[in-house]
Nanobody, 119 residues
Framework: QVQLVESGGGLAQPGGSLRLSCASSGSIFSIDAMGWYRQAPGKERELVAGITRGGSINYADSVKGRFTISRDNAKNTVYLQMNSLKPEDTAVYYC?????????????WGQGTQVTVSS
């Protein structure tokens, strides 16, 4: 079992910055990948950024060049640095952890943190 606790959401001006944090606990040794998803009003949940055990990183096209995902293994924490924020970035952001054993995939989710970008 993996537990995820998110923090860092809030209100930002367009062009501003926020940093989200996701602290993991439990069976963290089993995590193969972690990522940030978001769900905006009226839209499906989408992958924003992900990082694998080996350090491979990918971003949604809409956030490339603006968002950066990183991790601190010593603190069991993954971050999402969000710069040049736009109103369309407004969403609930969820931390995700994925484990894989043979063909069994398990996903764990944080409770979500609201990000609002508004003038």
């Amino acid at each position: 079992q993996v537990q995820l606790v998110e923090s860092g959401g809030g209100l930002a001006q367009p062009g501003g910055s926020l940093r989200l944090s996701c602290a993991s606990s439990g069976s963290i040794f089993s995590i193969d990948a972690m990522g940030w998803y978001r769900q905006a009003p009226g839209k499906e949940r989408e992958l924003v950024a992900g990082i694998t055990r080996g350090g491979s990183i990918n971003y949604a096209d809409s956030v490339k060049g603006r968002f950066t995902i990183s991790r601190d293994n010593a603190k069991n924490t993954v971050y999402l640095q969000m710069n040049s924020l736009k109103p369309e970035d407004t969403a609930v952001y969820y931390c995700n952890a994925q484990t894989l054993r043979f063909s069994s995939v398990n996903n764990y989710w944080g409770q979500g943190t609201q990000v609002t970008v508004s003038s």
